[in-house]
Each structure stands twice: as structure tokens, then as C-alpha cells.
């Protein structure tokens, strides 16, 4: 999808929904009443957060819709019975959703107003903001999948934390790469979800009875997943980045003790070697390193964004990793600009690009009606 203005020219970056790969089983939990803190470890939680997202989520869309305002803002819209809540053209938006500019409006992450403008918010804002209606579908049937899960076993707070923290490494890697265009989607936290199943599994190894197939089968959903970020149009980047910072999280977050530590506490009658730490070695070693990691690559990236860096200068061959060129389809950024002139309520215009013209007659002409009338001439 395409957004454009007399002016300036944007993109939508979409971030695709990961599947969700069915969970390892552990291996069986002691059963014996004792104490609190040992039982806590492997209680299941009610999870509320999660759908608490889902509604936030779809709340988020519904409210752009409503500002978006298609009938009000464009010449042409798609279920013009809905009213307001009606969608641009497909030309203008395939998802089925709102124009560019209404999204930049809202608070996608676009890389020029959180540079200049001061609006980091946008690195936060843009994950719960989506482009159509099949793309808010296809991450919240993820998100239910994979979240509820992961908040049943480990509580609404570290998994409440791992997605937010996951969906802001995400923006950043994304603004670090993608400097053209705007990016909106819940994916990189998704795929945070995902990162953080995969550490988990590391760090947790020996408490699981399948691991190996456990493994192999979370590896091959996140390699296709990632595979699917080389498309057009496709933030790959927040994907990377919402998954690198998952799988650090993971380690500092989803760790759980020995069983040996576990069973000595619930069970007084428990026959085995004394275990006094509730941890194992590895797991610390992977904790700190990972916290450590984390901090440090948070930082450098705030750093390089502020002061304006695009990594593409420095990586000839990093854009690669988010949209891969053939016969089918191109990835380089057209700007696309518009020629305006006004007369009282006729507004002519002509596209720069192919040198397509109309007029349009409007009782009230803004900024917001100009850009994605332009966006319309051009596509």
C-alpha cells in the first residue's frame, strides 16, 4: 500500500501475524501439598490479560476507522453502508482499512516525526494500531493462540511485559532500517512470543519430555514465518527485532528451578542428592548475558535513532532481510507526488508519477482529503 502527498511520500510497512506451534509438555510436575512458594512455580493462571489485548487491539481499529471517515475524506470507498466506518479502495489499501495518513494520524511508527518530532510514543503506538481488517484478523487469532498459553503457565506479568517489550524492540530495529515509510502491527510482539517459547525451551531443557521434537518444531514455524518478511510490503524488520528481543526476554523472564529444588520443598520425604540452588548454573549464566545484551542493544539503538542513523548505510546488504527483489515484484520505494491547484471547490491535480489528472469538486478541502486523493490518482 501505497500513501502520497504534494509533498512527501509514505509506505505501509504491514507486519504479518506468526502461526502459533503447539506447546512442549513437561515432564510430570510433583503433586504433593506443601509449600507455597514451590506449588506457585507450576500453577496455571487464569489469563486475562491477553484477551485484554485482543479487545484493546480491536478497539484501536475501530476508533481509526471512525477517524478515518472514507465518504468525508475520498471520492470512492468500499461498504459505503457502514458509513464512516467504510474502508478505502483496494488500490489504495488491499487489508481492507484505513488510508495511510489516517494511520500516521493515529500513531503509526514513522521514522521523520519520532527523529524530529520528539514522538518516540510512536516506537509503543504503532503496535496496537493494524492496516485492514484481514491483518488485525490474522494477528489477534495469533496472538489468542500463542498468548493465552504462555500467560496460563507464567502469569500476566511476564508475559504482559515480554509482549510490550518485545513490540517496542521490534519499532526500533524497524525505524533503524525502514526510514521511507510508516509500519504499524502487533507483530513484532508476536513474534516476541515466539522468541520467547524458543529461550524458554532452551533454559528450561531438562524439565521437558519432548524437547527434541518440541524444538525442531518451533524452529521450522519461526524460519517460515521470518521467510514470509522477505515480501513487499512486509516489516521484516520489526519481526527480527520483536524476536531477538523475545528470545533474550525469555531467558530472564520464562525461567523456571530444578525439579530437584522443587520436590525437596513440597515433599519432605524426598530422597535424593541435596539440591541448595534453585537454579542451574547455565540458567543464571543465560540470564545475565542476556539482560546484559538486551540493555546494551536497547541503548545503541535509541542512540542511533536519535540522532537521526539509518543502518542501511552502514549494512549494503541488511534490506535483504526485509524484502528480497525478483521478476514478480520490486522493493525499491517509489515517491509518488502530486501537482495541486485550487479554485474555490474544484481542486485540480496531477500526478507527477504517470501524469494522470482529474478534478475534483469538494465543499471542504483539507490536508488530510488532498494526500489520499493523490494516493488515488497515482496507484
Not at 55 to 77: D, E, G, H, L, Q
Request: net charge positive.
Amino acid at each position: 500500500m501505497r500513501r502520497a502527498s504534494s509533498s512527501s511520500a509514505a509506505q505501509i510497512e504491514v507486519k504479518v501475524h506468526p502461526e502459533s506451534p503447539a506447546p512442549a509438555t513437561t515432564s510430570s510436575a510433583p503433586r504433593a501439598v506443601g509449600s507455597d512458594e514451590a506449588l506457585r512455580v507450576f500453577r496455571r493462571w487464569v489469563p486475562w490479560l491477553v484477551p485484554s489485548f485482543v479487545v484493546a487491539n480491536i478497539a484501536f481499529f475501530v476508533v481509526t476507522m471512525y477517524v478515518n471517515n472514507c465518504p468525508k475524506n475520498s471520492t470512492s470507498c468500499i461498504a459505503r453502508f457502514l458509513g464512516r466506518f467504510s474502508f478505502q479502495t483496494l488500490k489504495e489499501n488491499p487489508l481492507l482499512g484505513p488510508s495511510s495518513s489516517t494511520l500516521q494520524k493515529m500513531g503509526a511508527l514513522e521514522v521523520e516525526k519520532v527523529v524530529h518530532g520528539h514522538q518516540a510514543w510512536r516506537l509503543i503506538s504503532c503496535i496496537w494500531l493494524h492496516a485492514g481488517v484481514f491483518h488485525i484478523l490474522a494477528n489477534m487469532l495469533s496472538l489468542v493462540f500463542i498468548g493465552i498459553r504462555l500467560e496460563q503457565e507464567f502469569g500476566f506479568v511476564r508475559i504482559g511485559l515480554l509482549y510490550i517489550i518485545s513490540g517496542f524492540g521490534g519499532s526500533l530495529l524497524s525505524a533503524l532500517f525502514i526510514q521511507s515509510r510508516i509500519s504499524v502491527g502487533a507483530s513484532g510482539a508476536l513474534f516476541g512470543l515466539l522468541g520467547g517459547m524458543l529461550s524458554e525451551l532452551i533454559t528450561n531443557w531438562t524439565i521437558y519430555a519432548n524437547k527434541l521434537a518440541a524444538l525442531l518444531t518451533l524452529l521450522f514455524i519461526i524460519i517460515i514465518n521470518l521467510a514470509v518478511g522477505i515480501l513487499p510490503h512486509v516489516d521484516n524488520f520489526a519481526h527480527i527485532g520483536g524476536f531477538l528481543s523475545g528470545f533474550l526476554l525469555g531467558f530472564v523472564f520464562l525461567i523456571r528451578p530444578q525439579f530437584g529444588w522443587v520436590n525437596q520443598r513440597i515433599s519432605p520425604g524426598y530422597i535424593a542428592i541435596t539440591v541448595k540452588s534453585k537454579h542451574k548454573t547455565y540458567q543464571y549464566v543465560l540470564l545475565v548475558l542476556s539482560l546484559t545484551l538486551l540493555i546494551a542493544g536497547f541503548t545503541a539503538g535509541l542512540i542511533f535513532l536519535l540522532r537521526g542513523v539509518n543502518l542501511n548505510d552502514r549494512c549494503s546488504w541488511c534490506h535483504y532481510l526485509s524484502c528480497v527483489p525478483t521478476s514478480k515484484w520490486n522493493c525499491k520505494t517509489e515517491q509518488v507526488l502530486c501537482q495541486s491547484s485550487q479554485m474555490g471547490n474544484q481542486l485540480n491535480m496531477t500526478c507527477l508519477g504517470n501524469g494522470r489528472s482529474n478534478i475534483y469538486m469538494l465543499s471542504d478541502i483539507n490536508d488530510s482529503q488532498v494526500q489520499q486523493l493523490c494516493s488515488q490518482l497515482c496507484n
